[in-house]
């Protein structure tokens, strides 16, 4: 006969299967017994609120999954969730704007977790304008996944747009198995219908360290800018806001492209 688990008992279940652990492993890891988890996904046993959040601790769940988990237990959420601009992270807003102003004159943002650009110095402003397509728009929010990915967008000056296509389609596949945001689902579709994007996440075998450092090709009128692109996130966060928050800063990678920027930025503002 078959058990229909509880909403708390199948997200537990989900969770020890992406992380790919046993109930006697998370039982283990959490300092429980393994009857102990068994009874909680089942719903033979009820855990308490500090339980809960034990047990999402132990699977290394993010904070938006802690509050899901919360939630399936009945339970209050615990996190927040806020924009970039609400006035109580306004000191992270400052110190954020404050690291985009000191990688000028080179291109730095902030991004949400479907990559949309929530903040952004006037490097990436201007080096923006200056390489999309006569006649294209980035759109609003700007979202640096499709920018790289849409033929008619930045891809069409993008000399190694497989290799990004493969990865940043990676990082968001795997994101979507994280978590059932339908913005991120959306996204994911509409990359994957842009021609030739699927063969390259399919089929180009990019190195291991492009996930942590990309490097980007571009030529525009028979100019190459090389560029490679580093992401940092804010440490020890305890809202869901400032967790999904990513700070990409890009960096020539030659001194030709360095020389290159800053005569193209210097004639942008004359």
């Not at 509409?190 to 942590?212: C, S, T």
Request: a negative charge; hydrophobic letters at 45%; one cysteine or more.
């Amino acid at each position: 006969m078959s058990m229909t688990l509880s909403p708390l008992g199948e997200l537990l279940r989900q969770w020890r299967g992406a992380r790919g652990m046993s109930q006697l492993d998370l039982a283990l890891a959490a300092g429980v017994s393994s009857r102990h988890v068994s009874f909680v996904e089942t719903g033979r046993s009820q855990p308490s609120r500090p339980m809960t959040l034990r047990l999402a601790e132990t699977l290394d769940l993010s904070l938006r999954e802690r509050n899901e988990l919360l939630l399936a237990a009945g339970f209050a959420p615990m996190f927040q969730e806020r924009g970039v601009d609400d006035a109580a992270l306004e000191p992270v807003r400052r110190a954020l704007e404050l690291v985009l102003e000191t990688h000028e004159p080179y291109p730095a943002f902030v991004l949400d977790r479907a990559g949309n650009v929530l903040l952004s110095n006037g490097g990436f402003r201007k080096l923006l304008r200056l390489m999309l397509p006569a006649g294209s728009s980035a759109g609003s929010p700007v979202n640096v996944v499709r920018l790289c990915l849409d033929p008619d967008l930045l891809r069409s000056r993008l000399r190694n747009w497989e290799v990004v296509a493969h990865v940043l389609g990676h990082r968001v596949s795997r994101q979507l198995r994280s978590e059932s945001d339908p913005g991120v689902r959306e996204l994911f579709e509409e990359l994957l219908a842009f021609p030739a994007v699927r063969e390259a996440m399919e089929q180009i075998d990019a190195p291991a360290e492009y996930e942590v450092v990309i490097p980007m090709e571009f030529e525009m009128d028979g100019t190459r800018l090389s560029w490679f692109s580093t992401i940092a996130t804010i440490g020890t966060p305890r809202d869901i806001t400032l967790e999904d928050l990513r700070i990409e800063s890009l960096f020539p990678a030659d001194e030709g492209t360095e020389q290159t920027v800053r005569a193209l930025l210097d004639a942008a503002r004359r």
